[in-house]
Nanobody, 116 residues
């Protein structure tokens, strides 16, 4: 059974930074492309960034140049370094495989709040 445990969220002022972590178990982590997703109130969950098994990366235009996704296959963990945070980055952040299938379970997510 796949388990995804996100952590590292919190409250920051605009311009601040946070580093999110997602510990993954129940799959052969190193074989999968992993993604970070976010869902703001009233909006659909959307892909923020993804990283392939060989560490090629993709970023949504809204976070390009500010966020960095990385992975540690030895720790079965994917990270999201978020810099220059904006109020519009506030959301619950989730990790999961990419692409996501309808039957993939989600973790509890980690809340990011950006406000002055």
């Amino acid at each position: 059974q796949v388990q995804l445990v996100e952590s590292g969220g919190g409250f920051v002022q605009p311009g601040g930074s946070l580093r999110l972590s997602c510990a993954v178990s129940g799959i052969t982590f190193s074989r999968y492309t992993m993604g970070w997703y976010r869902q703001a109130p009233g909006k659909q969950r959307a892909l923020v960034a993804r990283i392939t098994s060989d560490s090629s990366t993709f970023y949504a235009d809204s976070v390009k140049g500010r966020f960095t996704i990385s992975r540690d296959n030895a720790k079965n963990t994917v990270y999201l370094q978020m810099n220059s945070l904006k109020p519009e980055d506030a959301a619950v952040y989730y990790c999961n495989r990419n692409p996501v299938r309808f039957d993939y379970a989600w973790g509890q997510g980690t809340q990011v709040t950006v406000s002055s």
